[in-house]
């Protein structure tokens, strides 16, 4: 499983250059020598796209191919694919299934081209450039992605290479004088791939699609308008702070309208192709509208991306009320948010505050219930969320508890057990109640005496293995600190005043190559048949690639943040 991954990282590496175009804003780019007509750095893609589009993402600009390929070989792991490669054709001879192994094949045949890549000019032999504008949109809802290439006839024959070492033998066919393959074996949905113009171009279309239909899907014939001509791209950066190296949305009420009255003569082909029906909305138009008010969509793109880091962000767009109901749920907790100590993982939820909220809304659907027969599991589901969040451990420890972070500073083998150094913050609007309550489930804490502003008390348990650092615990007007081989009382009331994040964090987690490396010294010394020295080896590469891995969900002005970052060393 391991190389699966490996490989399938390795190729999204080199669609990080090609589907995420990115640029080193402290260095001229190919965009930044294009300033003069930013309409034309859109056209090649954004032309494509239908302005009242379901769904896409695509890329304005990219960074110079060097840069790009420079990130790459940054991100790639060290001990190449060869060994990858070898050890994912050990699994073929287990695949029954056609489909998984005709993927797999095809996985394999793709890395066997990459494996040779060492230079700049390696990608241009194969056709591909290394920083390349690409988008991904729907006509009406059916799929297309294409990609600018480096030099087309080098890729046919990159790709020829491909499916002949895959075994695969698509079937030729042609519309209005162009050309295409059809990748997948007869069927009433087919996958074409057609190379033109210096772009590649993947679709799924009905096996009887007109030719009209084609056109429009092959770019051929272009939308009446685009999002290059509203430059709906250019406000949804500016909207979000995104980059213009990749960003698009999916547009929660175009998607139900698409669905149910089709507009798009792709939206209709594919439903006919399965002999589906657009969805019948006459009894359920109130409650989409209902739900496309309060989510009007996903939205996603970089608010960063260069040589050194790169963010994404996903946005779950929900109304103003939402907004406030869960800005209202963010609690201050000491230190969340931090990248100090080699990892950690933290949560700022006020759980009375939930339970209000959950309630709020389980009361208003059984008030205003949905009416249509589609919807009828949202009306059951919000009892059960209801039910369960009433429950006596919430109620228990809920008014306490609004929030933790568990901070790890190091991590070690000692006589073979792992040694975790650290600190465990539970921030509290009543920390004596905190205490009270972990006492049921460890009354040593509710032995200590501790007091707001005190000294560290040290935790005597029996449930401490032998060779655990010294556990010990100080108290501040507002939160609990748990500190595991720290035992100076200044530095453990410092740690229960750490800053607070302005962020409106939900939830926080970050992990260091330090972490990585620590990790992989641990799991070498415990035995267990689950773990393989390529394992290991891949958690060290990760350890010597990433400096700063960090995740974390926020409530932003525009609904629920979901973001990734990575720091390169």
Wanted: hydrophobic residues 40%; proline residues 5%; charged residues 20%.
């Amino acid at each position: 499983m391991k190389t699966k991954i490996s490989i399938a990282v390795t190729l999204a590496l080199f669609s990080a250059g090609l589907l995420s175009g990115c640029s080193d804003k402290n260095e001229p780019t190919e965009a930044a020598t294009q300033e003069e007509a930013p309409k034309n750095i859109a056209a090649p893609m954004l032309k494509y796209i239908p302005a009242d589009s379901p769904y896409f993402m695509a890329t304005r600009e990219a960074m110079s191919e060097q840069d790009a390929f420079d990130l790459y070989l940054r991100m790639q792991p060290m001990a190449g694919l060869e060994s990858d490669l070898d050890e994912l054709r050990g699994t073929l001879p287990e695949i029954d299934d056609e489909a998984l192994r005709s993927m797999m094949t095809l996985l394999i045949a793709t890395g066997e081209e990459l494996v040779a890549v060492e230079s700049l000019e390696d990608i241009h032999a194969l056709g591909l450039k290394a920083s390349s504008q690409a988008a991904f949109y729907g006509l009406g809802i059916l799929p297309v992605f294409r990609m600018q290439l480096h030099d087309e006839e080098a890729f046919r024959e990159t790709l020829q290479r491909i499916l002949t070492k895959a075994d695969i033998t698509p079937r030729t066919a042609s519309t209005n004088g162009t050309d295409y393959w059809v990748l997948t074996p007869e069927g009433p949905l087919q996958a074409i791939l057609a190379i033109d113009d210096q772009q590649l171009l993947v679709s799924l279309v009905p096996q009887d699609a007109s030719d009209e239909l084609l056109a429009q899907v092959l770019g051929k014939t272009l939308p009446d308008s685009s999002i290059g001509d509203t430059d709906a791209l250019v406000e949804l950066e500016q909207r979000h702070d995104f980059t213009p190296y990749g960003a698009g949305q999916i547009d929660s009420s175009r998607l139900f309208d698409e669905l149910s009255s089709p507009t798009h003569s792709g939206t209709q082909a594919l439903l006919n192709a399965v002999d589906a029906e657009p969805l019948d909305l006459s009894t359920c138009q109130a409650d989409i509208d209902r739900i496309t008010s309060r989510f009007p969509g996903l939205v996603m793109g970089t608010r960063e991306y260069n040589l050194d880091r790169m963010e994404v962000n996903f946005i779950l767009e929900t109304d103003e009320d939402i907004v406030s109901d869960l800005r209202a749920l963010t609690t201050q907790v000491p230190g969340l948010g931090s990248t100090g100590g080699i990892a950690s993982f933290g949560l700022g939820l006020d759980l009375p505050v939930l339970v209000q909220t959950v309630q709020k809304y389980a009361q208003e659907v059984r008030q205003n219930p949905f009416s249509c027969d589609e919807l009828q599991d949202l009306n059951s589901s919000w009892n059960e969320i209801n039910t369960a969040i009433n429950n006596p451990i919430t109620m228990m420890v809920g008014p306490s508890l609004s929030g933790f972070n568990a901070r790890i500073n190091s991590l070690a083998m000692k006589n073979g057990e792992p040694i975790v150094s650290g600190i465990l913050t539970l921030a509290s609007q009543n920390p004596l109640a905190l205490l009270s309550t972990a006492s049921a489930f460890a009354p040593e804490l509710g032995a200590l005496g501790l007091e707001p502003g005190g000294e560290a008390k040290k935790i005597e348990s029996m449930m401490l293995p032998p060779d655990a650092p010294e556990l010990y615990a100080a108290m501040s007007d507002t939160a609990i600190a748990l500190g595991a081989g720290i035992s100076d009382s200044a530095r453990l009331q410092k740690e229960l005043q750490a800053p607070i994040s302005e962020r409106d964090l939900l939830l926080y987690g970050h992990m260091t190559g330090e972490f990585y490396h620590s990790l992989a010294d641990v799991m070498e010394q415990v035995a267990t048949e689950e773990l393989t020295e390529s394992d290991l080896e891949m958690f060290k590469q990760y350890g010597d690639i990433y400096k700063n891995m960090e995740y974390w969900f926020r409530v932003d002005d525009a609904g629920v943040e979901m973001s990734f970052s990575l720091e390169l060393n």
